[in-house]
């Protein structure tokens, strides 16, 4: 095991992917002799040489384009969208080729391509540099999404991205990177090297697509959350003194919907959390599938905590946060209702 925090752990399964398997390839803005914009293809242009890990133009339907006419010919692209904000000109390759090529092809061909993409707030991007886009993919049939929480899980759930012969896309948060960050701006950061979460197998594991985790058990109430947003549900669990359950989805479609029910039937209570916008944000659909499944075992309406429906504002940053002081006045609602 070693220590490492999310950005080494993502190199870390590139690496691994790439020495096991010669039709992986790396690739995008940045990504090759500067080892991209978070350092996290850093060295393996060095070690695998240009025609594995190389820079591609500013152009993020080019890369995508590019990376799904290299997997139909059996290549296994793990390409890079320096933020997920870039990703809006290559949705149409996204949506419109990745995800329905093997629906189109009756099975004759698929299409292996991982792309990852720093996703989120918390580091002062301004409202081009801290979308959380997830939603436009769920809505998609044919498109996997992940949002990790920690290095443990990036490192497991990337590499059975790129094993995986369907698209995926992977969502880094990038306030996660070097800590785990609960919503508390004004501590100091902790780093990966003090959280169990920070030991990593250095060789290869993987992590099922589509296993939810439960990261603190609870009986009063049950939290759903993803990325960073499950180190602020924590947070607000012990600040609050609430007896919270809280689900780490890590892969939002295919979701872990038994994992949910099950904690809901127990606690009959469910508070939903998100950075993305409140409108037509993937809390919706987990509050409505919370209704589905477990309506005659609530005790309270389900309250979603999320971001504003505006562009991330810079300057008020902490406001737009959902930090631990809002998730807790939920979960105080929710227990009073």
């Not at 698209?167 to 003090?194: A, C, I, Q």
């Not at 075992?297 to 737009?320: F, S």
Request: aromatic share 8%; proline share 7%.
């Amino acid at each position: 095991m070693a220590r490492m925090t999310m950005i080494e752990a993502v190199r870390s399964a590139m690496d691994v992917s790439m020495a096991r398997d010669e039709n992986v390839v790396v690739f995008g803005e940045d990504v090759g002799y500067f080892g991209g914009v978070f350092r996290c293809t850093q060295g393996l242009q060095a070690k695998y040489g240009k025609t594995r890990c190389f820079d591609a133009p500013i152009s993020e339907s080019g890369i995508v384009g590019t990376a799904i006419g290299m997997a139909a010919y059996g290549l296994k692209p793990c390409v890079e969208i320096q933020f997920a904000d870039y990703m809006y000109p290559a949705y149409d390759q996204i949506t419109q080729e990745a995800a329905r090529i093997r629906y189109r092809s009756n099975g004759d061909f698929t299409c292996p391509i991982v792309l990852r993409m720093p996703t989120g707030g918390g580091i002062f991007g301004g409202q081009t540099h801290s979308q959380s886009p997830e939603a436009l993919f769920t809505h998609v049939c044919g498109l996997k999404v992940i949002v990790p929480s920690n290095p443990y899980d990036a490192k497991g759930l990337l590499i059975s991205a790129i094993e995986d012969p369907d698209p995926v896309m992977f969502l880094e948060p990038k306030r996660l990177y070097n800590g785990p960050f609960d919503g508390h701006h004004e501590r100091p950061v902790t780093p990966w090297s003090k959280h169990e979460l920070g030991d990593v197998p250095e060789g290869h594991y993987t992590i099922p697509i589509g296993k939810a985790e439960i990261r603190r058990t609870g009986s009063a109430v049950t939290v759903i959350a993803y990325g960073t947003m499950v180190h602020v549900a924590l947070a607000a669990a012990e600040e609050t003194g609430i007896d919270a359950e809280v689900i780490d989805l890590r892969s939002l479609l295919p979701l872990d919907l038994d994992t949910i029910v099950q904690s809901v039937t127990k606690t009959g209570r469910c508070v939903v959390v998100h950075e993305a916008t409140l409108t037509s944000g993937f809390g919706g659909e987990l509050v409505s599938l919370v209704q589905e499944h477990c309506f005659y075992h609530l005790e309270a309406p389900v309250i979603r905590v999320t971001g504003w429906d505006t562009p991330y504002p810079h300057a008020q940053e902490w406001d737009y946060f959902p930090g631990p002081a809002r998730v807790g006045r939920a979960l105080t609602e929710v227990m009073e209702a």
